[in-house]
């Protein structure tokens, strides 16, 4: 990270939903940057919070009767202070967003082009013809192929992936400075995800703005991200450059996530080892450390003592929030990456384990 | 979209010769009160009803009865005579449609707009106050009959015998050529209760319909964008309206049937007026006639529906 003023600061970030069974923590206590034309990817399972705590960024759970804290600063103006006609300025103009999937984030009655339209003229005074124009201008810079004709056309005429294309060009209007996409390719052929993947960087170097997006996929941030944070029950658990990552995971829950998605470039009887378990409840969240229950390396007094997100020894941009010393977690890494299931590796640290 | 709308309007046609087969079969075939009985006085003569029965053509076979009151209605569009004051079915018809059209497009009207506003409102202040009261209220008028909501309203708000003297009671109609303010207001009434069930139905089923949609992921886009909430809510309505089109279809005949009831309430001389009468005095003619027109109307409202409805979402095409 640089030392410039980030253009977006999430500072202690808390999202919290009061529910008949209990408040759900959904977000809880996040901090991250992103700079002016960077890729931030924040990866995670479903329910780890990484989906409200950017809805909560447009203050789009603002209606859901979430209880928000902390502070979410966009060029120095904190957006969870702002009233709701101030912030509505900001969506969609200085902020984008877009979804998964991108047949039901359209809307099915409306044309693709007249959802553009609207888009512009949310946020500019000019004529319909003005807007069209920019319409058939952004649907043909996202590539789609004869934009005057398909810009009268519905959404269910569109293809998958040609929706996704539209629900770009539909955030990109108004050249946002960031644009939030959301699983952007979740829902899309992996051919067709390359292709979305591909679009975003040519125009996050065309138009020079800030990514952030979320997934649950480390192949897609991989791909694209030059910063990563991994959450997991409402908190960032480990972040650092995207190379950082993929070559010196600091936090267990990384290690399982890396090892179970298949390498091409890796022998082919190398076993991929899922994490055990379920994702936890954000109402009755674990004690101590929230990974404990999953983590193959969690020692008796993890599930008392609850860990910060430090940065690493010798990495001052690496920070994540482990109880393992720094010694024994890059040993066990050297293990893991060495083809040892997580047993194996236990034993070889010599660390008591409760891997089964 | 023309061959779809031709081929519905062909089986309409076959459903009506349904529905007069039908109808010859309850009236005429089944055993129901003979007409010629009843206009033959009291202690009637076995002769005087032989001869009443040879004048309105009941002595002829069934099947040849049949055949003749299809004949008529299908290839001259005659509808036969009444048997009761012997005026042809259609200009009895013909004089009364006006207060029955007046009295359904007024309910219809009401019946829309204020089961859809009402659904709007209570969706969009889901759980408050304001939507507890109107969905209370929206339970009572779907429960109580019209008939009863009708006496209610004239003993409340009737001139003659209310307690709050504001409207024109029973029997106060007069045609819109003659007097439109005084039409107007003598329908008042008329209108409310025969609307109340219907857009109370439509208020409930637009509050669930329009809050399922608001949760929809385009609403969550829409708001995304930076739109005002008030668009916002426009593109919901939108695509929450499209199911109610379809019930509207299927609405139409209970609010026929409604006019029935309310017309004799607050004596409006309407076709269901005319049909209530008909069915006492076992005036056949009458009695298919205006069921006749009740079906047509039906049919060609549900058709019309289903032509709007893929006039209103593009994802549909009927071939």
Known sequence: MSDAEPLLRVEDLRVEFPTEDGVVHAVDGITYEVHAGRTLGIVGESGSGKTVSSLTTLGLTRRQGARIS??????????????????????????????????????????????????VRAHSDVSKAKARERAIELLGLVGIPDPARRVDEHPHEFSGGMRQRAMIAMALVNEPKLLIADEPTTALDVTVQAQILALLE???????????????????????????????????????????????????????????????????????????????????????????????YAQPDHARIDPALEAVADEPSHFVACLLESHTRRRLWSELGAGRTPAQALEAVGLPGTAA | MIRYIIRRLLWGVVLLIVVAALMFILFRVLPTGNPALLRAGRDPQPKLVKEIEVVLGLSKPLTVQFWDYMKEIFFHFNFGYSYYSQE??????????????????????????????????????????????????????????????????????????????????????VPLTTDPWKWFTSLIMPWIVLAAGSAAFFARLMRSSLSETMEEDYIRTARAKGLPERQVVRQGVRSAINPMITLFGLEVGVLLG?????????????????????????????????????????????????????????????S
């Open chain 2, 88 to 173: 042809s079915v259609k200009s009895l018809i013909a004089e009364r449609l006006p207060a029955t059209l007046s009295l359904t497009f007024g309910a219809a009207v009401l019946w829309v707009v204020g089961g859809l506003s009402v659904g709007i409102v209570s969706a969009l202040r889901r759980h408050s106050l304001l939507d507890r009261t109107l969905m209370g209220g929206a339970l009572l008028a779907i429960s109580v009959p019209e008939f009863w909501l009708g006496l209610v309203f004239l003993f409340l708000f009737s001139s003659d015998i209310g307690k709050f003297k504001i409207f024109p009671g029973a029997g106060s109609y």
């Open chain 1, 70 to 119: 902390g502070r979410i600063l966009f060029e120095g103006q904190d957006l969870v202070a702002l009233p709701e006609d101030r912030l509505r300025a900001v969506r969609g103009n200085d902020i984008a967003m877009i979804f998964q999937d991108p047949l039901s984030a359209l809307h099915p009655l409306y044309r693709v082009g007249a959802q553009l339209i609207e888009a």
């Open chain 2, 258 to 318: 409604g006019a029935i009831l309310v017309e004799a309430v607050f004596n409006i001389p309407g076709i269901g007026e005319l049909f209530y009468k008909s069915i006492q005095t076992s005036d056949f003619p009458v009695t298919q006639g205006t069921v006749l027109l009740g079906s047509m109307f039906i049919i060609l409202a549900n058709i019309v529906v289903d032509v709007a409805y893929a006039y209103l979402d593009p994802r549909v095409r009927y």
């Open chain 1, 202 to 296: 040519r125009l996050q170097r065309e138009l020079g703005m800030a990514i952030v997006i979320i997934t649950h996929d480390l192949g897609v941030v991989a791909e694209v991200a030059d910063d990563i944070a991994v959450m997991y029950a409402g908190r960032i658990i480990e972040t650092a450059s995207a190379a950082r990552v993929f070559a010196d995971p600091e936090h267990p829950y990384t290690w399982g996530l890396l090892k179970s998605i298949p390498r091409l470039d890796g022998p082919r009887e190398e076993d991929l080892v899922p994490i055990p378990g379920a994702p936890p409840s954000l109402i009755r969240r674990p004690t101590g450390c929230h990974f404990h229950p999953r983590c193959p």
